[in-house]
């Protein structure tokens, strides 16, 4: 068996729009290996959710897919998911089966119309067992390991009747009711009060102890990433901009825009009463875009001439840490054979 899970190449997400192409994922490639936690980081609009989404086959259907997303089962040969029918069997077997999502917002992801032992005992029943007692045990025994008090009289509750921080749990109940290999959450403590999100990020890490599965942990929170991933992507307007492990990213970081966002986070004991720093301008949509480098509009380091002319490749410059920025020679060198693949797959 390999200890490869997914390996994402080159993928691109357009969405053809009355006012242009909008490049939402510009050809992103990374891989995750089984046990792993990933971390996708970004601001708002980079392009997060279209990339994890691209790898669900759930985007909107006017989307044009390209690249490749392969999926290792523990068993088997990989499995092609671009290739598939975003409404065939395989790809539904992998959704929640292999691969299981929690958002934001679990009242998107529950239906309002049904309990919750309903919806977690259905997963169940089409992933794992069709005997209806043994599925509602499991969803018991689920239900109180993500620390959901009165578990039995839960399952007959609806969504509205828990709080957002409970809803959440119950998310993550329905989303490990099948034992996924892989975990993919997209801002899944975004919405909660920060009490709560951290009880929701302990959970996390605890069931990753528990259960050994990889966690594709996408936010916009860098505190997040710090507590919850061993590597991480940074994205900007579509595309991985640094690419490395949680430590070097924190105290080795080599974009200027992941530089930008580091310094943007507010520090416990720090004496100065300063302003926060934050980075100028906002994330541009991604319609049109002129040459070059996506941050250079925002970049303090851009060097004039070149990265307003060309897009910097991902390039590998110290070991497991890759880097698209043409402050770097090593970068500005590759720039002549560069690839749309860059370095990512070096990890
Ligand atoms: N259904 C859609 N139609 C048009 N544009 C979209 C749609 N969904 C997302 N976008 C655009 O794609 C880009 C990436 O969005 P998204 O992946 O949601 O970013 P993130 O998750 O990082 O906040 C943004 O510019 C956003 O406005
Ligand atoms: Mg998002």
């Known amino acids: 068996m390999t200890d490869l899970l997914l390996r994402v190449k080159n993928i691109k997400t357009h969405l053809p729009l009355e006012e242009g192409v909008l490049k939402a994922v510009d050809g992103i490639s990374f891989t995750i290996r089984r046990g792993e936690t990933m971390g996708l980081v970004g601001e708002s609009g980079c392009g997060k959710s279209m990339a994890v989404n691209t790898i669900m086959r759930l985007v909107p259907s006017f989307a044009q897919i390209e690249g490749d997303v392969a999926y290792y089962p523990a068993d088997g040969d990989p499995i092609n998911i671009t290739e598939l029918d975003p409404y065939g069997p395989v790809i539904r077997d992998i959704r929640g089966g292999e691969i299981a999502m929690i958002f934001q917002e679990p009242m998107t992801s529950f239906s309002p119309l049904h309990t919750i032992g309903n919806q977690i ?3 169940i029943r089409i992933h794992r067992t069709e005997d209806k007692k043994e599925a509602s045990k499991i969803a018991i025994d689920l239900l109180q390991r993500v620390g959901m008090s009165n578990p039995t009289q839960r399952l007959n509750e609806y969504p509205h009747q828990l709080s957002g921080g409970m809803r959440q749990r119950a998310m993550i109940a329905m989303a490990l009711s099948c034992e996924p290999s892989l975990l993919i959450a997209d801002e899944p403590t975004t919405a909660l009060d920060v009490t709560v999100q951290a009880q929701v990020l302990q959970l996390m890490r605890d069931l990753q102890t528990e259960f050994g599965m990889s966690i594709l942990y996408i936010t ?54 300063g302003r926060l720093e934050s980075i100028p301008g906002a994330v541009p949509v991604p319609i049109n875009r002129p040459p070059g480098c996506g941050f250079y509009p925002r970049c303090a380091a851009a060097i004039e001439g070149l990265c307003n002319r060309i897009d910097p490749p991902l390039v590998q410059i110290e070991e497991d840490h890759a880097v698209a920025c043409f402050v770097y020679p090593e970068v500005v060198d590759a720039a002549g054979e560069s690839t749309a693949e860059g370095a990512a797959h070096a990890f």
């Open 220 to 273: 916009h929170d860098l505190g997040v990433i710090a507590r919850m991933v061993q590597v991480v992507a940074v994205m900007y307007l579509g595309k991985i901009v640094e690419f490395t492990d949680v430590d070097s990213l924190f105290y080795n970081a080599k974009h200027p825009y992941t530089t930008a966002l580091i310094q943007s986070i507010p520090k416990i004991g720090n004496k100065s009463r």
């Open 121 to 123: 005992t259905e997963a």
